[in-house]
């Protein structure tokens, strides 16, 4: 006997990468993160917040928050949805969207929530197998209610031109979630198209580029009618008061957000000749991690053998298609370099 819908019994959940205990020592390069600490605004904010704003509730729409998310993207206010992280948002767009008979589409791998929230509201996920250069083709095809781009994508770091992302919005009679969570790692985006077509969502996280993950601050941009229809699945008090300053304090301050992306970058770039060197193969990411195969050696052992020297990087293991790769984590240049002479011990 269960408590539950047969879906979700049968169904698998996300696994989230491993957190390290408070106080435990590790380099993490497993979940994304943000090496560098986030804008000394938003950390004022946060010590001088009158703890007094606590005995009410927030604001439902978070609006001080969007009001700066709209000046600094250059978006109408009313096109801004908060999101508590922005998988909150995603969560809206599954309830408000799928049920039994709906359909959405990827193109394999990438972020395992698309298709965590389509099998909890039973909906049909149709993951696609080809090569990027097929994408748009094979998913201009499938025209599902819901078709997901994560552009750079996790866990290849591959972009997505704003070029073909236009395109497909225009063959797609359904929704496109443009998922630009590495956007701020990214040489372009594609914000623009939310404005210019009416079935595009552009999603956007403090996670990463404002090195803000324990926030939980996110949202999206999206057509009036659309974010209406989000509105009415969304918590009612999804996003914290404290979220709501800290985040406006953040996004404010994109000088301190493009100096950290701008290290990252070059980071990402010192990295990947690195691990080039050590025999590693991997698509040129435009995120703020790589995602590495080992000439040799099995993927499973090497992040073992990282495990045992305190460094955690991310093993998919529960996916075939990724079982012979490791997702890195850009992390510090010295991060970094603790992590290439640990490779240089387990390879050799
Ligand atoms: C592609 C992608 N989208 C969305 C998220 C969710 O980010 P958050 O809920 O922290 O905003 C992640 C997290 O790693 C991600 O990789």
Do not use: W
């Not at 604001?59 to 922005?86: K, Q």
């Not at 929704?175 to 079935?199: G, Q």
């Not at 009612?236 to 953040?250: E, F, Q, S």
């Not at 080039?276 to 052992?301: C, H, K, V």
Request: proline share 7%; glycine share 6%; with cysteine.
């Amino acid at each position: 006997m269960s408590y539950f819908r047969k879906n979700i019994d049968k169904m698998t959940p996300y696994v989230p990468g491993a957190q390290p205990l408070p106080g435990q020592k590790i380099i993490k390069l497993n979940t994304n993160e943000n090496p560098y600490p986030p804008s000394p605004a938003a950390i004022e904010v946060l010590h001088a917040f009158d703890a007094d704003c606590l005995r009410k509730y927030p604001d439902p729409m978070a609006r001080e928050f969007c009001g700066v998310v709209a000046d600094v993207l250059d978006v109408p206010a009313e096109r801004v949805i908060p999101g508590n992280g922005s998988d909150d948002v995603l969560v809206m767009i599954s309830r408000a969207c799928l049920e039994p008979g709906k359909k959405i589409t990827f193109v394999a791998p990438t972020f395992e929530f698309y298709e965590v929230q389509s099998n909890i509201e039973n909906a049909t996920c149709i993951p696609l197998d080809c090569e990027p250069s097929e994408a748009i083709e094979q998913l201009a095809d499938q025209d599902a209610d819901v078709t997901f781009v994560a552009s750079p994508n996790s866990p290849t770091g591959v972009l997505t031109s704003c070029d073909a992302l236009d395109e497909l919005a225009g063959r797609l009679s359904g929704l496109l979630v443009i998922d630009e969570a590495y956007a701020d790692f990214s040489r372009e985006n594609a914000l623009m198209l939310a404005a210019s077509h009416d079935n595009v969502i552009v999603l956007r996280t403090l996670s990463k580029g404002y090195s803000l993950a324990g926030l939980r601050m996110g949202f999206a941009i999206a057509p009036p009618p659309v974010l209406q229809g989000l509105v009415k699945t969304k918590a009612i008090y999804n996003v914290d008061a404290v979220a709501c300053a800290v985040g406006a304090a953040a996004m404010a301050d994109q000088d301190h957000k493009n100096a950290n992306a701008r290290k990252v970058i070059a980071s990402r770039e010192a990295l990947s000749d690195e691990l080039a060197e050590l025999g590693f193969t991997f698509p040129a990411s435009q995120a703020n991690f790589l995602l590495a195969r080992p000439a040799t050696g099995n993927a499973s052992e090497i992040y073992e053998a990282l495990k045992a020297r305190g460094i955690l990087v991310r093993y998919f293991q529960n996916q075939a298609i990724l079982s012979d790769k490791l997702r890195i984590t850009v992390g510090t240049d010295e991060e970094n370099g603790l992590l290439i002479a640990a490779l240089k011990e387990i390879m050799a």
